[in-house]
């Protein structure tokens, strides 16, 4: 029996790096998914990716009419939802003195107040005997990293909402736990806009400080996320599993 077998499964950011990788792993265990991101592109691949069995939806995560839409299209093809992995997330690094009111809010739009309002916006969708929900973080949100400061402020108001809705939902049989990735080797690296060279040192540097002397994987990642959105999670609530090789222990 797989471990997602007929479940309903929307994964937001599912169509690249770890979202990619976790809705191939849910397929691979029964779900019927819902993936969304924004690059057209991006989302071709992911439904050749997916055997074309998906639904795939243009949505951007910090726009709250996209979210109704997207909330929408699910209920129109599948009529219900039971799990909900909200993965779609932006960094824009710069130092204080450079980062625009612009890259705050985008930041802010999308790994916060998108995650709230997704949340919100998906509950009257869940069954009566309830699912889970499962959010990515990131372990910025307890180290301090230089250039990060924003997005790693949104990561870390991140922590507190799934700690509080998951006390707010357990009740009614969902559970709210997320996914906290270390340096994970996913195109989100190479859209930060560095020189390759400078991109090539920077990833050596962490690879090096790594105490596994490596990136993960966005499968790594997509491994914890099955556990916390199958049945093998039924007793954890408000965690986060976090994904880093040890970086986060330094
Ligand atoms: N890779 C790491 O080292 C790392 C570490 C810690 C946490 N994370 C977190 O992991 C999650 C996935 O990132 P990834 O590493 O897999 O990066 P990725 O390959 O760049 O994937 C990001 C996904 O989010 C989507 N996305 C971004 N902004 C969006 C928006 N406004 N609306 C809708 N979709 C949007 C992208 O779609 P489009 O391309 O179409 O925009 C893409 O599907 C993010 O929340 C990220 O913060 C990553």
Redesign the pocket.
């Known amino acids: 029996m797989h471990k997602l077998q007929d479940k309903v499964v929307l994964v ?10 976790s809705a191939q792993l849910f397929q691979a265990q029964g779900a019927q998914l819902a ?6 592109q ?2 071709e691949q ?1 439904n050749d990716a997916l055997g074309g069995k998906a639904l795939v939806i ?6 709250l009419d ?1 979210i109704d839409d997207m909330m929408a299209q699910v209920r129109a093809r599948y009529g219900r939802l039971d799990v909900l992995f909200i ?5 824009r690094p710069a130092p204080i003195e450079l980062t625009s009111e612009e890259a705050f809010d ?1 930041q802010m ?3 916060l107040k ?1 995650v709230f309002f997704t949340i919100q916006k998906a509950l009257p969708l869940f069954a009566d005997n309830g699912g889970s929900i499962i959010v ?5 949100n307890q180290l301090g990293s230089p250039n990060f400061s924003v ?1 790693g402020a949104a ?1 870390a108001g991140l922590r507190s909402l799934v700690k509080s809705l998951a006390l707010e939902l357990v009740g009614r049989g969902i559970r709210v736990n997320a996914v ?10 190479d ?1 930060l806009g560095l020189p390759p060279e400078l991109a090539a040192a920077k990833k050596q540097a962490i690879a090096d400080k790594s105490p596994s002397r490596r ?2 994987t ?1 499968h790594e ?1 997509a491994k914890a996320a099955l556990f916390l959105a199958c049945d093998d999670s039924s007793y954890l609530v408000g965690e986060e599993i976090v994904i880093d090789g040890g970086m986060s222990l330094l």
């Open positions: 937001t950011g599912g169509s690249s790096g770890i979202g990619l990788a993936v969304t991101g924004r690059d057209p991006t989302l992911a243009r949505s951007d995560a910090g726009r996209a993965n779609a997330g932006v960094a985008e739009g999308v790994n998108g990515t973080t990131s372990i910025t997005y990561k906290s990735p270390g340096p994970i080797a996913t195109p989100m690296f859209r990136f993960g966005a990642v």
